[in-house]
């Protein structure tokens, strides 16, 4: 098949073409030319206002619920979200039925993945079972196909356990992450404790939760000189400390949700479930500090966190709802609307997001396979359900006006476009 993308503003710090309006020309999967204007005949035109194409947006966090949850979310209705929301790649946490804590369950993801147009990558278990007992066979999952290890939504608990986790992944240069969150403190918190739920009387989780395990995980960092990743970083102090460890020479990177940054604990005073996270929303000056550091570039790279949950879980009393929201459709408008520089947002999620895992990001030049993203960052629009690709529906972006739409990917020789 052969496909031209008119007239694109190219995004791509590590290419020639970087900032330049260009004709790109797509022969089965493979970029065969790149010129001001081409006029060979096609199969496909991709022609609009706005264009602008980078290599493909790599997400480092997401749950597709499958196995186990597939009335929530499966392989493939994840994948539809991910190209919908520009992604080309996706790395999956483990928390499905059964865990992905074995060598089996990790190619059982990869190959169910072999035919969807997105690169899914699965994470580890740290635990068996994500249990926090037991150490799970990450060798193995390595060899399978694993690019990095965590108990996802379930962060390790036991510092002992953590630490020797950062010193077997050290054998193959593995990547631990963490959802930096001590579960002993404010344990039943619904949201940010502060001014707002005290307003809402609803019982509040501590800040303090997480600064105490970013403390405590970059010292065991340091002592194994081992590689971590912290996701879902809401607080400043916590971003304080990443940056002073970062200067001394840990191997520590970390990354956001696309929600800390857009909203705060009072949008929840109408008491929307979907507002219902772990890490919570936190205060607007926590918010404003996340989106400070987003531009100072403490932050290394933005994480879905997708998690969807069905209906059920969503439509119910606050105290009973589950947390999670999906969010990777809304990825790029969230931060693009709070004033995220587009060349930042591309290279946080192509180059950076790859790094922190060893993994090479594509290329856009003659003779390279394309892996391609398609967006416009101005276009402006009201995110509405009939948008959702996901199989849940749990987002509190609806109705909300987001600038920064996204046309599709081009990957793995398919083309997806909204």
């Known amino acids: 098949m052969r496909i031209v993308i008119k007239q694109a ?10 900032g330049k309006i260009k004709d790109i020309l797509i022969e089965d999967g493979i970029i065969s030319k790149i010129a001001d204007s081409i006029n060979d005949q096609v199969d496909k035109t991709i022609q609009q206002d706005g264009l602008c194409v980078s290599p493909g947006w790599m997400d480092i966090f997401a749950d597709f619920a499958d196995p186990g949850f597939e009335y929530k979310e499966t392989i493939e209705t994840g994948a539809k979200a991910a190209a919908a929301g520009g992604f080309t790649d996706v790395m999956l946490i483990p928390n499905c039925n059964p865990v992905t804590d074995n060598k089996s369950q990790t190619e059982y993801i990869k190959q169910k993945a072999q035919n969807v147009s997105v690169n899914i990558y699965p994470i580890g ?5 994500t249990a926090g007992k037991e150490l799970s066979e990450m ?5 399978s196909g694993a690019v990095a290890f965590s108990d996802g939504i379930l962060p390790v608990q036991n510092s002992g356990l953590l630490l020797k986790a950062l010193q077997y992944v050290k054998s193959f240069n593995g990547t631990v992450i963490q959802v930096p969150d001590d579960t002993s403190i404010g344990m039943g918190g619904l949201m940010n404790e502060g001014i707002i739920s005290t307003q809402m009387g ?13 403390a405590r995980d970059l010292k065991l960092a340091r002592y194994a000189d081992s590689r971590i990743h912290f996701t879902g970083i809401s607080s400043p102090k916590s971003l304080e400390y990443i940056k002073r460890s970062k200067e001394s020479g840990i191997n520590v990177t970390c990354s956001i949700t696309p929600y800390q940054a857009f909203f705060c604990d009072e949008d929840l005073q109408g008491y929307d479930s979907n507002l219902k996270l772990n890490p919570p929303v936190r205060s607007k000056n926590d918010k404003d500090a996340i989106k400070k ?17 069905h209906n059920d879980n969503k439509a119910c009393e606050f105290e009973y709802a589950k947390p999670g929201m999906i969010s990777l459709q809304t990825m790029f408008a969230a931060v693009n609307s709070i004033g995220l520089p587009v060349h930042d947002f591309v290279k946080m999620q192509t180059v950076n ?20 993203t398609l967006f416009n960052p101005g276009a402006e629009y009201i995110f509405n359900e009939e948008m959702i690709q996901s199989k849940s529906k749990n987002t509190a972006f609806i109705g909300k006006k987001l600038t920064g739409k996204v046309i599709g990917i081009i990957n793995k020789s398919k083309i997806h476009l909204n």
């Open 9 to 18: 503003t190219i995004i791509s710090t590590s290419s020639p073409f970087n």
């Open 125 to 129: 278990a740290i635990t068996k079972n």
């Open 139 to 143: 060798y193995d999952m390595r060899h």
């Open 202 to 214: 609803l019982p509040g989780k501590p800040i303090m939760a997480e600064e105490l395990m970013v």
């Open 293 to 309: 550091a987003l531009l100072d570039g403490t932050i290394d790279c933005i994480a879905s966190h997708h998690l969807p949950q």
């Open 353 to 372: 997001a790859r790094n922190i895992f060893g993994l090479s990001t594509p290329e856009i030049s003659e003779g390279q396979p394309a892996s391609l």
